[in-house]
Antibody, heavy 121, light 106 residues
Framework: QVQLVESGGGVFQPGRSLRLSCVASGFTFNTFTMHWLRQAPGKGLEWVASISSDGDNTYYADSVKGRYTISRDDSGNRLYLQLNSLRPADTALFHC??????????????WGQGTMVFVSS | DIQMTQSLSTLYASVGDRLTITCRASQAISNCLAWYQQKPGKAPKLLIYKASTLESGVPSRFSGSGSGTEITLTISGLQPDDFATYFCQQCNPYWTFGQGTKVEIK
Protein backbone atom coordinates (compact mmCIF):
# COMPACT_ATOMS: atom_id res chain seq x y z
CA GLN A 1 0.00 0.00 0.00
CA VAL A 2 1.40 3.35 -1.05
CA GLN A 3 1.59 5.53 2.04
CA LEU A 4 3.19 8.64 3.50
CA VAL A 5 3.19 9.24 7.26
CA GLU A 6 4.38 12.48 8.79
CA SER A 7 5.60 13.09 12.33
CA GLY A 8 7.39 15.70 14.40
CA GLY A 9 4.68 18.26 14.93
CA GLY A 10 3.66 19.76 18.24
CA VAL A 11 3.70 23.04 20.14
CA PHE A 12 6.80 25.18 19.81
CA GLN A 13 7.90 28.59 20.97
CA PRO A 14 8.76 31.37 18.53
CA GLY A 15 12.41 31.36 17.53
CA ARG A 16 12.88 27.65 18.12
CA SER A 17 13.67 24.98 15.52
CA LEU A 18 12.13 21.64 14.68
CA ARG A 19 12.45 18.88 12.12
CA LEU A 20 9.49 17.19 10.51
CA SER A 21 9.79 13.68 9.15
CA CYS A 22 7.82 11.74 6.56
CA VAL A 23 8.27 8.01 6.06
CA ALA A 24 7.27 6.51 2.74
CA SER A 25 6.18 2.96 2.00
CA GLY A 26 4.76 0.96 -0.85
CA PHE A 27 6.75 2.56 -3.65
CA THR A 28 10.34 3.09 -4.81
CA PHE A 29 11.03 6.25 -2.84
CA ASN A 30 14.33 7.17 -4.50
CA THR A 31 12.73 7.55 -7.92
CA PHE A 32 10.26 10.27 -6.96
CA THR A 33 10.46 14.02 -6.44
CA MET A 34 8.99 14.83 -3.03
CA HIS A 35 7.35 17.92 -1.59
CA TRP A 36 6.20 19.56 1.61
CA LEU A 37 3.01 21.61 1.67
CA ARG A 38 1.22 23.33 4.53
CA GLN A 39 -2.25 24.50 5.40
CA ALA A 40 -2.69 27.20 8.01
CA PRO A 41 -5.92 27.10 10.04
CA GLY A 42 -8.77 28.47 7.95
CA LYS A 43 -6.55 29.01 4.91
CA GLY A 44 -5.78 27.21 1.68
CA LEU A 45 -2.93 24.93 0.82
CA GLU A 46 0.52 26.40 0.27
CA TRP A 47 3.40 24.63 -1.44
CA VAL A 48 6.50 24.95 0.73
CA ALA A 49 9.45 23.02 -0.70
CA SER A 50 10.48 20.26 -3.07
CA ILE A 51 13.47 17.98 -3.57
CA SER A 52 14.41 16.05 -6.68
CA SER A 53 14.63 12.28 -6.71
CA ASP A 54 18.42 12.36 -6.52
CA GLY A 55 18.41 15.03 -3.82
CA ASP A 56 20.54 17.37 -5.90
CA ASN A 57 17.89 20.03 -6.49
CA THR A 58 15.77 21.78 -3.91
CA TYR A 59 13.24 24.56 -4.32
CA TYR A 60 11.45 26.73 -1.79
CA ALA A 61 8.54 29.10 -1.60
CA ASP A 62 9.67 32.68 -1.10
CA SER A 63 7.81 32.74 2.24
CA VAL A 64 10.14 30.13 3.75
CA LYS A 65 13.38 30.54 1.80
CA GLY A 66 16.35 30.80 4.15
CA ARG A 67 14.47 29.35 7.15
CA TYR A 68 13.32 25.93 5.94
CA THR A 69 15.49 23.11 4.58
CA ILE A 70 14.16 20.05 2.80
CA SER A 71 16.23 16.87 2.68
CA ARG A 72 15.83 13.15 2.12
CA ASP A 73 17.33 9.86 3.30
CA ASP A 74 16.67 7.30 0.61
CA SER A 75 18.16 4.47 2.67
CA GLY A 76 15.37 4.96 5.20
CA ASN A 77 12.67 6.11 2.78
CA ARG A 78 12.40 9.36 4.71
CA LEU A 79 11.75 12.97 3.79
CA TYR A 80 12.59 15.77 6.19
CA LEU A 81 11.79 19.43 6.66
CA GLN A 82 13.91 21.50 9.00
CA LEU A 83 12.15 24.63 10.25
CA ASN A 84 14.27 27.33 11.90
CA SER A 85 13.43 30.63 13.57
CA LEU A 86 9.83 29.62 14.03
CA ARG A 87 7.14 32.29 13.79
CA PRO A 88 3.45 32.20 14.76
CA ALA A 89 2.71 32.42 11.01
CA ASP A 90 4.32 28.96 10.64
CA THR A 91 1.37 27.43 12.50
CA ALA A 92 -0.08 24.95 10.03
CA LEU A 93 -0.79 21.34 9.15
CA PHE A 94 2.25 20.15 7.21
CA HIS A 95 1.79 17.47 4.54
CA CYS A 96 4.41 15.57 2.62
CA UNK A 97 3.44 14.62 -0.91
CA UNK A 98 4.78 12.61 -3.79
CA UNK A 99 5.00 14.19 -7.20
CA UNK A 100 3.59 12.03 -9.95
CA UNK A 101 5.62 10.88 -12.91
CA UNK A 102 5.23 11.11 -16.70
CA UNK A 103 1.79 12.57 -17.47
CA UNK A 104 1.26 13.22 -13.76
CA UNK A 105 4.40 15.28 -13.38
CA UNK A 106 3.89 18.45 -11.31
CA UNK A 107 0.86 16.86 -9.68
CA UNK A 108 0.73 15.53 -6.13
CA UNK A 109 -0.54 11.98 -6.50
CA UNK A 110 0.07 10.72 -2.95
CA TRP A 111 -0.28 12.74 0.25
CA GLY A 112 0.20 12.10 3.92
CA GLN A 113 -2.43 13.07 6.47
CA GLY A 114 -0.16 15.73 7.89
CA THR A 115 1.47 16.74 11.16
CA MET A 116 0.31 19.85 13.00
CA VAL A 117 2.76 22.53 14.07
CA PHE A 118 1.67 25.18 16.56
CA VAL A 119 3.97 28.11 17.20
CA SER A 120 3.01 30.06 20.27
CA SER A 121 4.60 31.62 23.28
CA ASP B 1 2.50 34.03 -8.51
CA ILE B 2 -0.69 32.97 -10.20
CA GLN B 3 -3.65 33.22 -7.83
CA MET B 4 -6.36 30.60 -7.99
CA THR B 5 -9.81 31.65 -6.83
CA GLN B 6 -12.70 29.39 -5.96
CA SER B 7 -15.54 31.85 -5.51
CA LEU B 8 -17.79 29.50 -3.56
CA SER B 9 -16.43 28.47 -0.19
CA THR B 10 -19.47 26.28 0.50
CA LEU B 11 -21.89 24.64 -1.91
CA TYR B 12 -25.06 22.93 -0.71
CA ALA B 13 -26.27 19.95 -2.71
CA SER B 14 -28.30 16.77 -2.52
CA VAL B 15 -27.50 13.20 -3.44
CA GLY B 16 -28.02 12.77 -7.16
CA ASP B 17 -27.33 16.41 -8.03
CA ARG B 18 -25.04 17.45 -10.83
CA LEU B 19 -22.77 20.14 -9.56
CA THR B 20 -19.96 22.22 -10.95
CA ILE B 21 -17.12 23.80 -8.99
CA THR B 22 -15.27 26.62 -10.68
CA CYS B 23 -11.72 27.84 -10.24
CA ARG B 24 -10.44 31.06 -11.83
CA ALA B 25 -6.78 31.91 -12.39
CA SER B 26 -5.36 35.41 -12.18
CA GLN B 27 -3.79 34.88 -15.60
CA ALA B 28 -4.00 32.36 -18.40
CA ILE B 29 -2.52 29.03 -17.43
CA SER B 30 -1.48 25.89 -19.25
CA ASN B 31 -3.19 22.56 -18.67
CA CYS B 32 -0.98 21.92 -15.64
CA LEU B 33 -4.12 21.88 -13.53
CA ALA B 34 -5.41 19.44 -10.97
CA TRP B 35 -8.34 18.87 -8.64
CA TYR B 36 -8.19 17.25 -5.22
CA GLN B 37 -10.75 16.01 -2.71
CA GLN B 38 -10.16 16.27 1.02
CA LYS B 39 -12.18 14.92 3.92
CA PRO B 40 -11.67 15.98 7.54
CA GLY B 41 -8.60 14.36 9.06
CA LYS B 42 -7.70 12.62 5.82
CA ALA B 43 -4.98 13.12 3.25
CA PRO B 44 -5.99 14.99 0.09
CA LYS B 45 -6.80 12.73 -2.83
CA LEU B 46 -5.95 13.46 -6.45
CA LEU B 47 -9.05 13.36 -8.69
CA ILE B 48 -8.14 15.05 -11.97
CA TYR B 49 -4.82 16.05 -13.53
CA LYS B 50 -3.86 17.85 -16.73
CA ALA B 51 -7.20 19.64 -16.38
CA SER B 52 -9.31 16.72 -17.57
CA THR B 53 -7.56 13.38 -17.02
CA LEU B 54 -9.22 11.18 -14.43
CA GLU B 55 -6.86 9.67 -11.87
CA SER B 56 -6.88 5.89 -11.76
CA GLY B 57 -9.57 4.54 -9.47
CA VAL B 58 -11.60 7.76 -9.36
CA PRO B 59 -15.27 7.25 -10.32
CA SER B 60 -16.25 8.44 -13.78
CA ARG B 61 -18.89 10.77 -12.33
CA PHE B 62 -15.99 13.17 -11.76
CA SER B 63 -14.82 15.18 -14.74
CA GLY B 64 -12.67 18.23 -15.34
CA SER B 65 -12.63 20.80 -18.10
CA GLY B 66 -11.57 24.32 -18.95
CA SER B 67 -8.65 26.33 -20.18
CA GLY B 68 -7.30 29.83 -20.14
CA THR B 69 -8.31 31.32 -16.83
CA GLU B 70 -11.26 29.13 -15.85
CA ILE B 71 -11.41 25.46 -15.00
CA THR B 72 -14.27 23.40 -13.67
CA LEU B 73 -14.81 20.20 -11.78
CA THR B 74 -18.14 18.51 -12.42
CA ILE B 75 -19.69 15.75 -10.34
CA SER B 76 -22.51 14.06 -12.23
CA GLY B 77 -24.79 12.35 -9.77
CA LEU B 78 -23.49 13.30 -6.34
CA GLN B 79 -23.00 10.34 -4.01
CA PRO B 80 -22.94 10.34 -0.18
CA ASP B 81 -19.19 9.74 -0.27
CA ASP B 82 -18.67 12.94 -2.28
CA PHE B 83 -19.48 15.37 0.53
CA ALA B 84 -16.02 16.82 1.05
CA THR B 85 -13.85 19.82 0.24
CA TYR B 86 -12.51 20.22 -3.28
CA PHE B 87 -9.62 22.42 -4.32
CA CYS B 88 -7.85 23.25 -7.55
CA GLN B 89 -4.13 23.56 -8.19
CA GLN B 90 -1.92 25.01 -10.92
CA CYS B 91 1.84 24.61 -11.35
CA ASN B 92 3.31 27.46 -13.40
CA PRO B 93 5.93 28.15 -12.36
CA TYR B 94 5.27 26.98 -8.84
CA TRP B 95 2.25 25.37 -7.31
CA THR B 96 -0.67 27.42 -6.04
CA PHE B 97 -4.06 26.27 -4.85
CA GLY B 98 -7.59 27.54 -4.65
CA GLN B 99 -9.05 28.11 -1.19
CA GLY B 100 -11.35 25.13 -1.50
CA THR B 101 -15.08 24.56 -1.94
CA LYS B 102 -16.84 22.52 0.71
CA VAL B 103 -19.76 20.46 -0.58
CA GLU B 104 -22.36 20.06 2.17
CA ILE B 105 -25.71 18.35 2.37
CA LYS B 106 -28.63 20.62 1.48
Amino acid sequence: QVQLVESGGGVFQPGRSLRLSCVASGFTFNTFTMHWLRQAPGKGLEWVASISSDGDNTYYADSVKGRYTISRDDSGNRLYLQLNSLRPADTALFHCAREGQATKAQTFDVWGQGTMVFVSS
Amino acid sequence: DIQMTQSLSTLYASVGDRLTITCRASQAISNCLAWYQQKPGKAPKLLIYKASTLESGVPSRFSGSGSGTEITLTISGLQPDDFATYFCQQCNPYWTFGQGTKVEIK
